[in-house]
């Protein structure tokens, strides 16, 4: 990936050793054992449907908004859920403006695996009028700035923004009982999206041919690192998704003990963004 190849140029070879050095102690540059996650941080907006997550150097917002448009021909009772990132060369100068590159595809594509394939937000909920209208959702993921582990802390800012967002309550009217009225938060309470559950994205670093084994990777050992491996899984310990990049293959132990390591800490992290979004729901007015 191109973030982490811009990344491993500015490392010099005395720094890149060193990395890998502390690694055969089991120990890391930032302090940490192999397998403690980062403090994560979330800020809640005022505006529905927007969240800023922080873990460790690393900040992404996720801001989620919705319009009607006419569903796909093979799902008219299904809504549409999407997900868009940008990276800015102010969150790091290996990011380039315009065209997203093989790094944010990659990291929109784990986040979208992670909800769609899970069926974590109920889409036919988003149905108004079979075959004619639905909600689409929208979750833009902006990435501020670069500390390592992108695509755990864009996982957690897309779920809570998912979390926070009311969309505009519809009914049915006209002559026909065929046009869609859409009533201000004035009129009618908005109403949250269904979400069965909360897939966390748990990133994992490999090192000196898959040897040694770190979660949570900052920005210095994505570009050391031989391989990663990303699972999605949630608090009940339900595998979403998993995607391996780089590096050898991994052997069927290896893997278990990361979907163990990875189970643990969602439940923690599933419950952080539900206490967020707790104390932010209590403090909204209509």
Known sequence: MEGRLANSWRLTVNDKNFIKTALLSEIRI?????????????????????????????????????QLVQPYRDRPK?????????????????????????????????????LRESRAVDTESLCIL????????????????????LVDAANIAALAA?????RPECSLGGEDGQEVIVHPPEIREPLPLTVHHLPIAISF??????????????????????????????????????????????????????LQLATSKAAG??????DAVRLFSSKIVF
């Open 30 to 66: 930032d302090g940490r054992k192999p397998f403690e996650y980062l403090l994560i941080i979330m800020v809640i907006y005022r505006e529905d449907g927007s969240s800023e997550v922080q873990l460790g150097q690393t900040r992404v917002m996720g801001m989620v908004t919705a």
């Open 162 to 166: 998912l979390l926070t967002f009311r």
């Open 205 to 258: 670093g490999f090192f000196s041919n898959e040897s040694i084994l770190v979660i949570d990777p900052t920005h210095n050992e994505e570009a050391v690192m031989g391989g990663r491996m990303t699972t999605t899984v949630n608090a009940n310990g339900d595998i979403c998704a998993i995607q391996k990049s780089g590096g050898e293959g991994v052997p069927q132990r290896v893997i278990m003990q990361c």
């Open 78 to 114: 299904e809504g549409i859920l999407s997900i868009f990132t940008e990276f800015s060369p102010m969150a790091d100068p290996s990011f380039e403006p315009g065209r997203p590159g093989e790094l944010a595809v990659e990291l929109g594509r784990i986040v979208d695996r992670g």
């Open 269 to 274: 992290i599933t419950k952080q963004i539900k």
């Open 130 to 149: 079979a075959g004619k209208f639905v909600w689409a959702i929208r979750i833009d993921l902006h990435i501020l700035d670069n500390g390592g582990n």
